[in-house]
């Protein structure tokens, strides 16, 4: 389980924003190929994600524009986007989120509301990603939050459309298992991607964190500091990984795979990947003999 969950750690998804500004550091640190997620923040215009969204298919990556049902002003603007991104830049996956915006600019208030419409499917959309949240959710609490995505998997069953869960990030790797194995108990059987803090700063990392709502993980990031002794020692997902690669096989058979948010940029991001799969690498090696010497 180790090989498989190292596996998909290499392959691992990342995002950029919607400006497209990131395209060159993009393409001289990720491979073609790699799934590239693309945010949609408050003010953005769909017209500049679609935009994006082709310039990434062009240089070799698959793009997945976010769709903030908040932002989203109408029926036809919902129909736009889809059409475009499908058109212009082959998108065969989006995520769904609802947006960071307290009023919805138009008729969808949550990601279910685009869901409804029926326009995803509509227009070929082969995939959807929803959000899943270790660490609870600020609107969404406890069972809710679990029933919501026991809906998901009932809607991908009528629609036709295949669902996953893409997770929020955490500093420890608890409460993802937790939260794993009540996906289990409850049957709730959707292919999970982990969302990772890539390496940042401490600093950056707490303000991300709290603009999140992450929860009790942040002690963790907490003792990251006194660990290091200062905020501007870059700290990337380690100790989450490392725990979810020592984990029972079973605690993690939903995981399908990973993503990266670059909160200290792409370069960084990349550089750890190679580095974390260096190491793993290394210490398969090195463990049939260690454990030779030391019966």
Sequence with gaps: MTDRLTGLLASASVEVSSSGNQLGELTGHFAA???VSITFLPGDNYRHN???AAALRAAGFNPVPHIAA???????????FLGRARGEADVRRVVLVAGDVAAAKG??????????????????IGSVSVGGYPEGHPWLEGAHAFEALAAWREWGGRSGVGVDIVTQFCFESTP?????????????????????AGPATLATLTKFGLRCGIGNSMRALRGQIGRFGRLLTDNGPDDVVRGLLDAPPAATAAVSGFHLFPFGGLRK?????????????VAQRTAPQNATQNP
């Design 33 to 35: 190929g790699t799934d």
């Design 50 to 52: 679609v935009e994006t």
């Design 70 to 80: 908040r932002e989203i002003a109408s029926r036809e603007a919902l129909d736009d």
């Design 107 to 124: 008729p969808f208030k949550s990601s279910r509301d685009v869901a409804a419409s029926g326009l995803i499917e509509g227009h070929g």
């Design 176 to 196: 993802i298992l937790v939260w794993l194995g009540e996906l289990r108990a409850r049957g709730i059987e959707l292919p999970v991607t982990i969302g990772l």
């Design 269 to 281: 991001a990349a550089a750890w990947l190679r580095e974390f799969e260096h190491e793993q690498q």
